[in-house]
């Protein structure tokens, strides 16, 4: 009978139940982040319970970064954010390959069959971040509060952090994922923390539509020119699935 | 007036300027302040033209005193005409910035009085924000040809980047569509910014004032005069090696004036054209190819149907095909199919192993283009014979059947009687490269 690992949907977690692996020799078929934990088990797979351990986490990560650098473990932690079905063995196969030594270059080679949809994986998920960045629209609330809703399809809240954080340093300001239900909370003073949303109904309300948010819908309908028009770059550089949270479309599609 | 009539107006009237990038400027946010300036640049929305938005892009003014041809606010079109405040365009940029719908601004202005007094208030937008209000944000100012150095001096202290537009590829059309204006006053600016920003950019000390550091940028009309493609990258070309220009922009000719020395007003853009010539300037900034080797004398304009990567390999298959496992990173660059990203992923791991037709398809390589012109061992000897007239109808996708149009307009010149395109003296081609063994058919 096969294993199948659960663990609780972090990196540090899912490399505490690799860990678990190599020291008890297990053989799994899949794993199942908490985030899944409602879909039906498979019958035919034993599950295998492994808690977020951060000294073994530790300790893997250190050994990532002799065998193959510092760049490899970043990259694994970001297709790792992709939450794609199926990564983590993705991942494993990787690491495995890497762990038993054979070729010494192969954590530097980013063809080879277990990296290459990897790199690309990782890839995506920096590009989504990349363009998030711009895609986040904040709105104003009472008390000079900023609030910003967003749906990414991957989880890359953590990702703008920093570029938020730099950008708005003295606003106050919260940037919350809907799909995931977890914010990022900006204070005045510059401090930056992750709290989770049980309850979402006073963030969403607090968006709204002002005088600024109708300027800009006007601004957006009076740049674009008439003659040139092509809904089909428009679909390819901004996928309809933004179009929710971007006041701009909304305004075009109405 | 309100500032909601004005904005409608003052940036409709500014769509036609291309630029809209906020790219190349590392700015860190003022201490107290807000905003800064990420060198990648960042889009925040596209509009529904397919083109992207990152500044909030507006004229001070659009009651100009000029008369150009091709311009949608030129001073003999009944339009509306609008004057922001300083103030209002600060709070508008400012708001905006706080939501995070801009990056920056871009601002730009028709020339209402002089050119000093238009620059003056151009500058005195950009300094308030910078000073007054702390403004880490990007901000592109449009420098006006015949503005005074001393204002030029001070706009390129608080801007990230300027431009000043070429409009139009030749001086002769140029003086012809915009009587009032001449190559000189658009280059005068322009070599000033150059020099100055060498100045600033030699020692570099810790108190030494960020000068420009997004560059130049500088914008021209496709299709209104009759200006050939050679024509045209042989002139961007020289903008990126002498002025040291970031971005030379094309835009196709919109026809939004009746005027008997333009397009009829029914021509439609030139889309595909803008497109091939932007797919060229890719070339050169990106791929590594010179201007000459692009287009020459002998094909002075760019095949509408195939890129023009595709074209000069067609033209050359004196260096075809390439084998991957050895060639350099130039040579690889230069193959159809294949861009940067995919060439450096093949040359990172081409030392580690041999590089698989199916991994090529996962790194993102075009095979249906590249496997013309590449050697690989899994490619039948077939497809490897390098016959371009042969290679060229395959790349080329089968063009959709289009209904004929009986009453099309015929096609109009701008200039009365167009002088055969010369490039200017100096800048020929020295030589060709080796004759090509077959040239390409059509």
Redesign the interface.
């Known amino acids: 009978m096969s294993i199948c690992i659960s663990y609780d949907s972090t990196f540090d977690g899912f490399l505490s139940a690799v860990f678990e692996i190599y020291s008890q020799h297990l053989d799994v078929e899949s794993f199942v982040p908490d985030r899944d934990a409602g879909a039906a088990d498979d019958l035919f797979q034993q599950r295998f319970r492994v808690e977020a351990n951060e000294d073994s986490a530790m300790r893997l990560r250190r050994a990532i970064v002799n065998y193959a650098g510092e760049d490899v473990l970043n990259l694994l932690e970001t297709a790792f954010l992709s939450e794609e079905a199926g990564i983590e063995m993705k991942i494993l196969a990787f690491l495995r390959k890497l762990f038993t030594g054979d070729?010494p270059?192969?954590g530097?080679?980013?063809?080879?069959?277990e990296m290459?949809?990897l790199?690309?994986l990782a890839g995506s998920v920096r590009h989504e971040a990349?363009?998030m960045?711009?895609?986040?629209?904040?709105?104003?609330a009472p008390g000079d509060f900023?609030v910003?809703k967003i749906e990414p399809k991957y989880d890359i809240l953590l990702l703008m952090e920093s570029?938020f954080s730099?950008?708005?340093?003295?606003?106050n300001w919260v940037i919350y994922d809907a799909k995931r239900r977890y914010a990022l909370l900006h204070d005045k003073t510059g401090k930056c923390r992750v709290v989770d949303v049980p309850d979402d109904a006073a963030l969403v309300n607090a968006i709204n539509t002002d005088g600024?948010?109708?300027?800009?819908q006007?601004?957006?309908e009076?740049?674009?020119?008439?003659?040139?028009?092509?809904?089909?770059?428009?679909r390819?550089?901004?996928p309809v699935r933004y179009w929710k949270n971007?006041p701009?479309?909304q305004a075009?599609r109405f | 007036m309100d500032?909601?009539e004005k904005?409608?107006i003052l940036?409709?009237a500014?769509?036609?300027d291309v630029s809209c990038s906020s790219s190349g400027s590392r700015r860190?946010?003022p201490p107290?302040g807000?905003?800064?300036a990420?060198p990648?640049g960042?889009?925040?929305?596209?509009?529904?033209?397919?083109?992207?938005?990152?500044l909030?892009?507006i004229l001070l003014s659009n009651a100009c005193k000029y008369d150009c041809a091709y311009c949608v606010n030129r001073r003999s079109n009944d339009v509306p005409r609008a004057t922001f405040t300083p103030k209002e365009v600060i709070d508008?940029t400012l708001?905006?910035y706080?939501?995070?719908?801009i990056?920056g601004l871009f601002l730009s202005s028709a020339v209402v009085g002089s050119p000093d007094a238009t620059m003056e208030r151009l500058v005195r937008v950009a300094k308030e924000l910078r000073r007054v209000h702390r403004f880490g944000g990007y901000i592109h100012l449009k420098s006006i040809p015949g503005a005074s150095e001393a204002l030029l001096h001070e706009a390129g202290l608080y801007a990230d980047r300027t431009s000043v537009n070429i409009e139009v590829p030749s001086e002769r059309s140029l003086t012809y569509l915009a009587p009032e204006k001449n190559y000189g006053s658009v280059y005068g600016p322009m070599n000033y910014f150059a020099e100055r920003k060498i100045e600033y950019g030699g020692s570099r000390g810790r108190y030494t004032p960020n000068f420009l550091p997004a560059g130049q940028s500088t914008q021209m009309i496709v299709g209104a005069s009759g200006e050939s493609d050679f024509q045209i990258l042989t002139l961007s070309a020289g903008f990126y090696k002498q002025q040291r220009l970031k971005r030379v922009y094309f835009s196709?000719y919109?026809p939004v004036n009746a005027d008997k020395r333009l397009p009829a007003l029914t021509t439609?853009?030139p889309?595909v054209r803008e497109h091939r010539l932007y797919q060229a300037d890719w070339l050169m900034r990106f791929y590594k190819f010179d201007y000459d080797e692009i287009l020459d004398a002998k094909h002075p304009n760019l095949d509408l149907n195939l890129d023009p990567k595709a074209g000069w390999a067609l033209r050359h298959p004196e260096f075809f095909p390439v084998d991957l496992q050895t060639a350099d990173y130039e040579m690889i660059l230069r193959v159809p199919g294949i861009g940067v990203k995919s060439a450096q992923?093949?040359v990172?791991?081409?030392r580690?192993?041999k590089?698989r037709l199916e991994?090529l398809k996962?790194?993102?390589v075009v095979l249906k283009r590249a496997k013309y012109f590449i050697y690989h061992p899994d490619i039948p000897a077939g497809v490897r014979q390098f016959y371009p007239e042969m290679i060229r109808p395959l790349l080329i996708a089968p063009a959709k059947s289009q209904q004929l149009d009986l009453f099309s307009p015929p096609e109009t010149l701008a200039l009365p009687a167009p002088a055969p395109a010369m490039p200017a003296a100096g800048r020929l081609p020295l030589a060709l490269p080796a004759q090509p063994r077959l040239l390409a058919a059509g």
């Open positions: 070729d270059n192969y530097k080679n980013p063809a080879s069959p290459l949809p790199y690309k990349g363009g960045l711009g895609m986040v629209r904040f709105s104003k900023y910003a570029h730099n950008r708005f340093a003295d606003g600024y948010t109708r300027l800009w006007d601004y957006y009076s740049i674009a020119i008439k003659e040139r028009e092509n809904p089909k770059l428009l390819r550089c901004l971007l701009e479309r075009a | 500032v909601r904005l409608n940036s409709a500014a769509k036609y860190s946010a107290s807000l905003g800064d990420c990648a960042i889009c925040h929305t596209w509009s529904s033209d397919g083109r992207c938005v990152s909030l892009k508008l708001e905006f706080r939501r995070n719908y990056e196709g919109v439609k853009p889309l992923l093949i990172s791991s081409r580690y192993c590089i991994t996962k790194m993102g």
